[in-house]
């Protein structure tokens, strides 16, 4: 089944600073690779996702990186924000078949200071 | 609102008892998953249904047991509950069919269950 490692486990960084977390899966055939934020107490929020058949992907100040060969990816947060502070899961699924569960890596929680 | 809903918000309950925690997916949205999370942890992959089958089980207990019905909501039953098994479940659903939109999944705002 798919392993997924994702470093690091917490993260504190200034307000407007960067953040960057990265995630390695092990199953070559995955061919999705979502983040979640969630918030103390709350659900986990799809915020961005990418497929296999791209490198990057970017969504105002968040992106995205994909590396197939290596197989890793990770999440950039660009001018981070006290809003920002949460927990961050990846997640990639048992190979490519739709409808497959998500193996999540263990989190990274960020914490953003004023 | 992401569309999945759960019931209870909260349940507290005693050591031994037996609880029953309810989720209703999306609209149009085949596969429920469910999902533990304690304290401070990930998220643990208890189970998966695809209309009404069991798909996919990780790390779940044998005192715990799900269904989906064919309505395509579904129930998960902790049973003989411990004080571990207090926690945070959340349910999730994607729509989980070839063709369809990949794997994205939508969670629910979850049950917080309480053993004392």
């Known amino acids: 089944g798919e392993n997924v490692e994702q470093h690091p486990s917490t993260l504190s960084v200034q307000e407007g600073d960067s953040a960057v977390i990265k995630c390695t899966y092990s199953?070559?055939?995955?061919?999705?690779f979502p983040w979640y934020k969630q918030e103390l107490g709350k659900r986990p929020q799809l915020i961005i996702d990418?497929?296999?058949?791209?490198g990057e992907k970017k969504d105002q100040r968040i992106a995205v990186t994909l590396n197939k060969t290596a197989k890793h990816f990770s999440l950039h947060i660009t001018e981070t924000q006290p809003e920002d502070s949460a927990v961050y899961f990846c997640?990639?699924?048992?190979?490519?078949?739709?409808?497959?569960?998500?193996?999540f890596g263990g989190g990274t929680r960020v914490l953003v200071k004023p | 609102d992401s569309g999945v809903t759960q019931t209870p918000k909260h349940l507290i309950t005693a050591t031994g008892q037996r609880v029953t925690l309810r989720c209703s997916p999306r609209?149009?949205?085949?596969?429920v998953y469910w999902y533990q999370q304690s304290l401070d942890q990930g998220l643990q992959f208890l189970i998966q249904?695809?209309?009404?089958?069991?798909?996919a089980k990780g790390n779940i207990l044998e005192r715990f047991s799900a269904q989906q019905f064919p309505d395509l909501h579904s129930e998960l039953n902790l049973s003989s509950l411990e004080l571990g098994d207090s926690a945070l479940y959340f349910c999730a659903s994607s729509v989980g069919v070839a063709g369809g939109l990949d794997n994205e999944q939508f969670f629910g705002p979850g049950t917080r269950l309480t053993v004392l």
């Open positions: 199953d070559s055939a995955s061919n999705y």
């Open positions: 609209s149009g949205d085949l596969s």
């Open positions: 990418i497929r296999s058949n791209v």
């Open positions: 997640a990639a699924p048992n190979g490519k078949a739709a409808g497959n569960k998500l193996t």
């Open positions: 249904y695809y209309n009404g089958e069991e798909r």
